[in-house]
């Protein structure tokens, strides 16, 4: 079994700053690119940001200058640093990864359960 597991989310005022950490474990031969996406109620999942296993980023328009992704040493881990939080940053946070199980097998999308983060005074 492979999981995902985030933390850090919760309630911050506009202008504050979240961390989001996530976790991989499980059976995993190895991970290529990790990432955050979010989604809120009627709206579609929407990429917030990734980084390669290189550490080649990637981040969505609403979010440059403001959000920074990084990688753990060890690579099974990613953070997401948010800060000058918006109250449109409101949305459930997931994170992704492309994950190996086996030498052989192919690279497969494995999701977090998701984090909320609120935004509000």
């Known amino acids: 079994q492979v999981q995902l597991v985030e933390s850090g989310g919760g309630l911050v005022q506009p202008g504050g700053s979240l961390r989001l950490s996530c976790a991989a474990s499980?059976?995993?031969?190895?991970?290529?690119?990790m990432g955050w996406y979010r989604q809120t109620p009627g709206k579609q999942r929407e990429l917030v940001a990734r980084i390669t296993s290189g550490g080649i980023t990637h981040y969505a328009d609403s979010v440059k200058g403001r959000f920074t992704i990084s990688r753990g040493n060890a690579k099974n881990t990613v953070y997401l640093e948010m800060n000058s939080l918006k109250p449109e940053d409101t949305a459930v946070y997931y994170c992704?990864?492309?994950?190996?199980?086996?030498?052989?097998?192919?690279?497969?999308?494995?999701w977090g359960q998701g984090t909320q983060v609120t935004v509000s005074s």
């Open positions: 499980g059976s995993i031969f190895s991970i290529n690119g």
């Open positions: 992704n990864a492309g994950i190996k199980r086996t030498w052989g097998s192919l690279e497969n999308d494995y």
